[in-house]
């Protein structure tokens, strides 16, 4: 059973835009802080936003200013906005809910390159 599924990933040149979405497929989704994490080849899974259930944010000091991650608990969906991409948040992107569980989506890839 899918629980979160992200999508919104592809080839951006630098200096451009994305945006990600994680859709949950899970009761009582608005309780859940939920965070993006990014993991580049040969190098750790990290932290780069959260949200928490009161929608206060949090950003890693690599995207701050570039990034924003919101929530729309309707739609049971947490979004992350990419601007003025560099080709260092090239990654594989995944969201991370947590509450009584912690669900983890399957990544959608974010390529920056000319």
């Known amino acids: 059973q899918v629980q979160l599924v992200e999508s919104g990933g592809g080839l951006v040149q630098p200096g451009g835009s994305l945006r990600l979405s994680c859709v949950a497929s899970?009761?009582?989704?608005?309780?859940?802080?939920v965070g993006w994490y990014r993991q580049a080849p040969g190098k750790q899974r990290e932290l780069v936003a959260t949200?928490?259930?009161?929608?206060?944010?949090n950003y890693a000091d690599t995207v701050k200013g570039r990034f924003t991650i919101s929530r729309d608990n309707a739609k049971n969906t947490v979004y992350l906005q990419m601007n003025s991409l560099k080709p260092e948040d090239t990654a594989v992107y995944y969201c991370?809910?947590?509450?009584?569980?912690?669900?983890w989506g399957q990544g959608t890839q974010v390529t920056v390159s000319s």
């Open positions: 949200v928490t259930s009161s929608s206060s944010t």
């Open positions: 991370r809910a947590t509450w009584t569980y912690v669900y």
């Open positions: 899970i009761s009582s989704f608005s309780r859940y802080a």
